[in-house]
């Protein structure tokens, strides 16, 4: 989740937790697909008909044309987060 909020690179977020960027890579990825293929449609609305037009212009106003929404992953929960990872949800 960090890696999405932050946009960093996988180097980056192993040198936060200890494992390797190629773990944090093949996780990633593993991650991502699962999301795509089993989760997404549960969380994920996409704007339809006038209101598309609504969201595709207030986003073309602050100069992202073409933009139907935004997320940010780091204000998702972490159920049981490890005591020694608690200062990733506080410090970040």
Known sequence: ??????????????ELSG??????????????????????DKYINYPTGEYLECVLDQFKKV???????SMDGTHIKWLRCPYGKLYILIHF
């Open 19 to 40: 494992a390797s960027a190629e773990t944090h890579r093949v996780c990633f990825i593993k991650f991502i697909t699962f999301f795509a293929e089993n989760v997404k």
């Open 63 to 69: 100069g992202f044309p073409g933009a139907i929404g």
């Open 1 to 14: 989740m960090y890696k999405l909020g932050r946009g960093t690179l996988h180097d980056d977020v192993a």
